[in-house]
């Protein structure tokens, strides 16, 4: 599949870095085919991490998710959901390569800035979550 689903987290939008991360996005050759913001309400949250249910940092997650706006996509691009992955870096900016979205702008584990589908099956869900089909055509 070429298209992916990704957040701007609420901590970026407060610190005033979605500007950036969307330009990154752009140079680095996604098409953003669908955007707008969001306010998460807490079962909106609970829902979309509801892999993560029973997990330690579960209620941690759900809080920070729905503490603020943040920015819901749908990005296009050849092998997008790697491409996107590996554009964002990994979930803990200590162990994020150089040049990544998370290594460069995100304080911890927790509040790291961008979120990104783990697979194509995974983003169609993801994609179907927050966006009518016709939107992301
Ligand atoms: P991912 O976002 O890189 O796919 P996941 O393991 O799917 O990482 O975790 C989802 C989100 O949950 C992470 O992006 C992060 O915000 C949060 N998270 C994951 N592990 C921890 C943790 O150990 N402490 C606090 N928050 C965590
Ligand atoms: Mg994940």
């Known amino acids: 599949m070429n298209k992916t689903f990704a957040i701007i987290k609420p901590d970026a939008v407060e610190r005033g870095l ?3 991360i969307l330009a990154l996005i752009e140079e680095n050759g996604f098409k953003i085919k669908a955007l707008r913001m969001a306010r998460l309400t807490e079962p909106e949250a609970k829902g979309f991490y509801a892999v993560h249910e029973g997990k330690p940092f579960f209620e941690e997650l759900v809080n920070f998710m729905t503490s603020g706006p943040c920015y819901v996509m749908c990005l296009e ?3 997008a959901v790697a491409e996107w992955r590996k554009l964002m870096g990994a979930t803990n900016p200590q162990h994020a390569d150089a040049g990544t ?3 460069t702008f995100a304080e911890s584990t ?3 800035c961008v979120h990104g589908s783990d697979a194509d099956y ?3 869900a993801e994609l179907a979550y ?3 089909t016709f939107e992301t055509l």
């Open 110 to 112: 927790g509040r790291n």
């Open 122 to 124: 995974t983003a169609q």
């Open 77 to 79: 691009k050849d092998d």
């Open 101 to 103: 979205i998370r290594r």
């Open 130 to 132: 927050f966006f009518r």
């Open 18 to 20: 979605a500007g950036k």
